[in-house]
């Protein structure tokens, strides 16, 4: 079966760092683009980071310079280093997958049940 789940989420500080991975099985992970997106009360979700097979990135305007998206796709993981954290932060972080179709390949996308980061003082 498919999962990918997330981890490292918490209650951290204004100015603090936190970690987050997603842990992903059940499916070819090295042939997916991976992606980190959030969504906070009342507020549609929206696109963090992304990272391509072969290690490409691409991040929101609003935490490029503080995040950095990751993959090691020997252990089928993505992780999302947050530094520098601002209380609009706070949000449910989802990991999520995509794989265009083609020719003998159905198109595939997966989410994340999401962990909690919460930035307060």
């Known amino acids: 079966q498919v999962q990918l789940v997330e981890s490292g989420g918490g209650l951290v500080q204004p100015g603090g760092s936190l970690r987050l991975s997603c842990a992903a099985s059940?499916?070819?992970?090295?042939?997916?683009?991976m992606s980190w997106y959030r969504q906070a009360p009342g507020k549609e979700r929206e696109l963090v980071a992304r990272?391509?097979?072969?290690?490409?990135?691409e991040y929101a305007d609003s935490v490029r310079g503080r995040f950095t998206i990751s993959r090691d796709n020997d252990k089928n993981t993505v992780y999302l280093q947050m530094n520098s954290l601002k209380p609009e932060d706070t949000a449910v972080y989802f990991c999520?997958?995509?794989?265009?179709?083609?020719?003998?390949?159905?198109?595939?996308?997966?989410w994340g049940q999401g962990t909690q980061v919460t930035v307060s003082s």
């Open positions: 990272i391509s097979n072969f290690g490409s990135t």
């Open positions: 059940g499916f070819t992970f090295f042939s997916y683009v």
């Open positions: 999520y997958g995509a794989r265009a179709g083609s020719v003998g390949r159905t198109p595939s996308t997966y």
